[in-house]
């Protein structure tokens, strides 16, 4: 062999040998990267962190103090500005108040214990140092706040049942009557409006009652002031926590941000009804796309013939996965949402018009346009399975006297069922993460209701939904304001992708049960 | 009708299949050719040829499985039970019921060994779990696998070797109490234990129905069979009884064939 050329071609041979390596190990980088930023952030949203206290001089003035967090940086020139949640009162929780700080501008910086972060019931939190609670005038200590809160959950709940119960069906008593032309000094409505006011004073005694409950809280630059203990939700000390109780934090955040409504709007809370909206979502669109798709594959590997229509159409249908998501949305808005809803109104629910029941975007439209947009995925998985599934199966099938119907109900389907589940979860897996088609047929940033409840039908098709991607596509853009919302986001990605990572666990479980079952 | 090809010494009373003129074509090209014989009842009967030469394609056609390929174009007449299967308004899965086919390659249902057994009888629509116990029961008796799966009816029939799934595949067809049975190479892909059995199964089983045994071995012909067809490039070569081709065959074809000349 020619030596030079032996060379040459080794030369070659480690030259790809590096490039392909080096193209990997970007690839690695890029994927880890992604799950790191998403699992760090999304993970520091439920950590209890560490509050600082800051004294720094701003400018002209004597030095202040300040208890907070870093929420972000800010690059300006070469300095490295530091950007301070500022939430030591209420008012300044209630406007999110922030402070750039430059590293000059620092004096001195350190961990106080002490500090407590209350967390508010309207999702919002400060951050000061309690001193004592008040109960009807009377100091308490401040181990007697679980005490306390239950004393005033109480009041509250009293309270909440009388405005939304009692006050509310006397205010639609009063409505109705005055629409049906009742004089004022009539017997009726006096009698109505005497309880009416005997019900606000009820319920201002309530409130003088929680009036009663306060915890007093001292700021970093040593001003008392008091919050009322109806609005706390929780005290916690993170400066004085062992690992152990910051773990307890951690899950009881993680617990409530999957279980309860969202708060002032999706900065805080939970993100219970978008979890919800996305399940219900997908699992409306398994059960239009499934048979469709089941179907119409069972068409092309079983009866269709061989000619070039049928190939037109399986070309078709494979290009179909291709087609930009929103596009389906423009569709859904357009066909679905307009001239189908459209249509049902106009038959159906006339004596609602002009306001829409099915004829705008809902859970209905929503869940078939996602059908739609995945129906290639479950069409050309199902196909790959049923083809799968050989041909000398079939012809002892046939062979015993089975026709074709009962060769594919009993022979083929049951051997490519863990296909057919693949093609499903697929569907699955890339409906859960769709958004741009959501936005144009359904999907909202705040529903006030579920879809389901315990009213009749049960299952609302027509209402709108909250969404996971919505919900993160949102969050992205309040992020860039407040640092909450963007906590929000991240932790919403984490969900989502552990959504999709369990559905595709799932997934993978149940097709190797079936291959088990049906070998092959 | 017989050619002067056929009726070598075979029994002319009681024919189970009655070949007339039979040709198929896949597309242009011919399969097989103006094939005629008549094949005895409870007899075993080897076909034998070189590869591709239509030994497959013939057996076939006497459950009309080649049906399945939609590019087989069939003519001439084959009669089972004096009835031409090839007629108008045939009941092709009653056919198929009749005339049982176990394929090369053991194939079971990915199902249970019971459900296996008793496929074509759910098929016909038999749900007594008595009368399906029994024939379960029966079958496996007689393909010689009962002893050895009797324990393990309700497990995965994919869990059993190859020359169990070869005994399985054929007491499932054996339940549908078939006339005809048809072998296409049956052994060709088990070890010579496996085979043994089988060869001694298709020997017991002639009392309860005729057998077509396709094979690429030759001593296997010679061993089970009692008549031979020698089939080469869709045309019926010889046909007659099997001690008679083995030993003075009639055509140069089929003496170049057994004695290993080409094939």
Known sequence: MNTPQAFLLAIKEQWLKFVSSLALAVVFFALFGVLAIVIGNGLNFFWPKTIQSVEYSSAGSSPKTLFGYVSGERHRGTKGERVWLHLDSYERARNQTQLVLSPEQIIAQHTLSGVARI??????????????????????????????????????????????????????????????????????????????????????????????????????DGQKQQLQLQHVRQVFYPNDMTLWQKLMVFKNNLLLFLSEDTRDANQSGGVFPAIFGTVLMVLLMSVFVSPLGIMAAIY?????????????????????????????????????????????????YADSLPNPTFGTPGLLWASLTMALLTLPVVIVATEEGLRRVPESLRHSSYALGATRYETIRRIVLPVASSSLMTGIILAIARAAGEVAPMLMVGAVRYAPELPVDAQWPFLHLDRQFMHLGVFIYEGAFQGQSTPQGAGMMFAACLLLLTVVLILNFIAIMVRSRLQKKYGH | MFTDKGLNGVATD???????????????????????????????????????????????????????????????????????????????????????????????????????????LRIKGITDRRILDDIVESSLMQAALWDEVKDILFQSALK???????????????????????????????????????????????????????????????????????????????YSLTDRMFTMPLHKQTEAFITGRFG
């Open chain 2, 160 to 238: 059993l070797s190859g020359g169990q799934q070869q005994r399985l595949v054929i007491a499932r067809a054996l339940a549908l109490q078939p006339e005809i049975l048809m072998l296409d190479e049956p052994t060709s892909a088990l070890d010579p234990i496996s085979t043994l059995m089988i060869e001694e199964l298709i020997y017991k089983l002639k009392e309860k129905c005729t057998i077509i045994v396709v094979t690429h071995n030759l001593q296997q012909a010679a061993r089970v069979s009692e008549q031979t067809v020698f089939l080469n490039k869709g045309d019926l070569i010889e």
């Open chain 2, 14 to 120: 009681n024919i189970a299949i009655k070949v007339e003129d039979l040709s198929l074509r896949f597309g242009d090209k011919f399969a097989l050719r103006d094939i005629s014989l008549a094949i005895p009842a409870n007899s075993i009967t080897a076909v034998i040829g070189p590869s591709g030469c239509g030994k497959s394609t013939l057996i076939g056609c006497f459950n009309r499985l080649n049906d399945l390929n939609p590019e087989a174009k069939v003519s001439g007449k084959v009669y089972i039970n004096d009835r031409n299967i090839y007629g108008l308004r045939q009941n092709i899965p009653a056919l198929r019921t009749q005339v049982g086919m176990v394929f090369q390659q053991p194939n079971p249902f990915p199902i249970s060994v019971y459900e296996n057994v008793v496929y074509g």
């Open chain 1, 119 to 220: 967390d508010l019931n309207d999702g919002r939190f400060l951050l000061s140092q309690p001193q004592y609670l008040r109960a009807a005038g009377d100091v308490v200590e401040l181990s007697q706040l679980a005490v306390l809160q239950d004393a005033t959950a109480v009041i509250v709940k009293q309270k909440s049942l009388l405005v939304e119960g009692e006050l509310l069906s006397i205010n639609q008593d009063i409505a109705r009557l005055r629409m049906q032309g009742g004089a004022e000094n009539s017997p009726a409505m006096l009698a109505l409006l005497a309880r009416y006011t005997s019900l606000r004073e009820d319920i201002r005694e309530l409130d003088r009652a929680l009036d009663n409950y306060e915890i007093v809280l001292l700021s970093a």
């Open chain 1, 300 to 348: 092309l590997t079983e009866y269709a013939p061989n000619n070039t229509v049928v190939s037109i159409i399986r070309l078709a249908v494979s290009n179909l996965a291709a087609v930009p998501s929103v596009v389906y949305g423009v569709f859904g808005l357009g066909f679905f949402v307009y001239k189908v809803g459209g249509n049902i109104d106009a038959l159906f």
